[in-house]
């Protein structure tokens, strides 16, 4: 039953150095994109989101049950 003894210290900084860089890689990922790439990103969510805009039925006034989602 004797396991190996842990310095609690020691256990929590390199539990936060983890951390740290799971954190960095997130920002090196979300923050790290050249100009290019986030403005062919943009353009991309527009036509995106303009085709989804497009699919969308406009409601009629004979037919009140269709305003309902």
Same mark, same amino acid.
């Given at each position: ?8 210290? =020691?256990?929590? &900084?390199?539990?936060?150095?983890? @951390? &740290?860089? %799971? =954190?960095? !890689? =997130? ?6 994109? $050249?100009?290019?790439? %986030? ?7 527009? %036509?995106?989101? &303009?085709?989804? @805009? =497009?699919?969308?039925? !406009?409601? $009629?006034?004979?037919?009140?049950? !269709? $305003? &309902?989602?």
């Amino acid at each position: 039953m004797s396991g190996d003894v842990v310095n609690l210290r =020691q256990f929590r &900084k390199r539990n936060a150095r983890a @951390e &740290k860089e %799971k =954190q960095a !890689e =997130q920002n090196r990922i979300s923050f790290g994109r $050249t100009k290019a790439e %986030k403005s062919l990103t943009d353009a991309l969510n527009a %036509k995106a989101e &303009k085709a989804h @805009e =497009q699919g969308r039925r !406009e409601p $009629t006034a004979d037919r009140p049950d !269709e $305003t &309902k989602d």
